[in-house]
C-alpha cells in the first residue's frame, strides 16, 4: 500500500464486530468460552439488545456487542443479556469490570420498569442472566485490573460491600497458534492470524496457508460463512501486514483454491475490499477537509476580535505585527491572547501571551 492510500482504521475491531453478530460466529466463540453453558443458548432468535437500555455516556462503545438469546432451563425459556466487549489494543482498559457492571444495571433497572408496568397480579421479580465477555485480542496478556474489588480504593475493609462481579476474559495472546488452528470453529482459526501478524514473513505464510486449508470444508456446506472468513483473512493481509507483502497474499490465496470458480470469487472479494479502501480514503478525506475548515474558520473569528479590541486598546499594529497576528492559526494561542488582552501593554507582548 502506498502512503497516499490509507487504511481502514480499526481493521480488528471492525471485522469481529461484523462477524460476532453473526450467530453461528457467536455461538463457535462462546463455545469456547463458557462450554457447559452453550447447549442451553437458543441461537436462532439472537437479536440485538435495545439500545435505549443503555443511557447517557454508557450508551456503549462502538467495539462492545450487546445481544439477547434466549437461555433454556428445563420447565422454562429466558432471555439472557450478553456481552461482548472487544479490546484490541495492548494497553489494556482498568475500567472494563466497571463497565460491564453498568450496562448490567442499566439491563436490569429496564427490566424492572418493564415488571412495574405489569398489570396486577404480577409474577415475582426475577433478574435475567447476563453473561459478561472481554474478548481480548492484543498481542500481550491483560494487563490490568479483572475484577470490580480491584479497583475499590483504601481501606480494604469496604471490600465485602462490593458485588462479586467479573466478566470473563478470554485472551487471545493465551492460544499459540497451532492451538487455534486446530481448534474445531472456524473464527478461532482465522484469529491464529492475528497470532503471527508481527512474525516473519515465513511463519505467517505458513499460518495463512493453514487457515485456509482449515476452512476449505465450509466452501460446500456454509458458502456465506466461508465469504466471512475469507474476507477477514484478506482484510488482515491488506491492513495487519507489510504494503510490499500484498502481492503474495493474492497469489497464495489465489494459488489454494480448488478451480477456476473459486479463484474468480476471490478477485471478486479483493476487489471489493480494494473499492471499501478507496471510498474510506475518500470519505476521511472529506471528514478532515471539513475539520479542519472548522478550526480555520475559528482562528480567523478569533484574529478578526482580536484586532478589533487590540486597535482600541493597544493602538494600531505596524505591518510586521498586523502579519504576525494574521498568521497565528492555533486556536489555543488566540484564546490566550484574547484573556492577555486587557492586561498586555504592547502588540508584542500580547502576541507572546502563554497564559
Known sequence: ??????????????????????????EGFLGAVVPELIAGFDFAK????????????????????????????????????????????????????LTTLIYA?????????????????????????????????????????KTLRDLLIEPAVF?????????????LAQHSPDQLLHSHEALLQVLALLRVEDQEQAEAVRTFRSVLQQLDPLHDT????????????????????PPEERPLWSSLAEEMQADEQRKQELKAMQMTIADEIRLEGKAEGKAEGKAEG???????????????????HLGEPDATTLQA??????VDHLERMSRALLQAKSWTELIAARS
Open 105 to 145: 444495571a442499566l439491563y436490569w433497572e429496564w427490566q424492572l420498569r418493564q415488571w412495574e408496568m405489569l398489570k396486577s397480579p404480577r409474577p415475582d421479580f426475577l433478574l435475567r442472566p447476563i453473561l459478561p465477555v472481554v474478548l481480548h485480542t492484543g498481542s500481550r496478556p491483560w494487563g490490568t485490573v
Open 222 to 241: 456454509n458458502f456465506v460463512r466461508w465469504e466471512d472468513m475469507i474476507r477477514f483473512i484478506l482484510g488482515w493481509a491488506t491492513h495487519r501486514r
Open 294 to 312: 472548522k478550526v480555520e474558520g475559528k482562528a480567523e473569528a478569533f484574529r478578526g476580535v482580536l484586532l478589533h479590541l487590540g486597535r482600541q
Open 159 to 171: 471490600r465485602s460491600f462490593l458485588p462479586d462481579w467479573q466478566p470473563l476474559f478470554w485472551e
Open 1 to 26: 500500500m502506498n502512503e497516499a492510500e490509507p487504511q481502514i482504521r480499526d481493521f480488528v475491531d471492525r471485522s469481529l464486530r461484523e462477524l460476532l453478530s453473526k450467530p453461528v460466529n457467536l
Open 325 to 330: 497576528v494574521e498568521s497565528i492559526t492555533d
Open 46 to 97: 439472537m437479536r440485538p439488545a435495545r439500545r435505549e437500555y443503555f443511557l447517557g455516556q454508557w450508551r456503549s462503545r462502538e467495539a462492545d456487542l450487546l445481544f439477547e438469546i434466549p437461555y433454556r432451563l428445563p420447565d422454562r425459556e429466558d432471555w439472557a443479556l450478553v456481552c461482548v466487549l472487544l479490546e484490541h489494543q495492548t494497553k489494556t482498559d482498568w475500567r472494563t469490570p
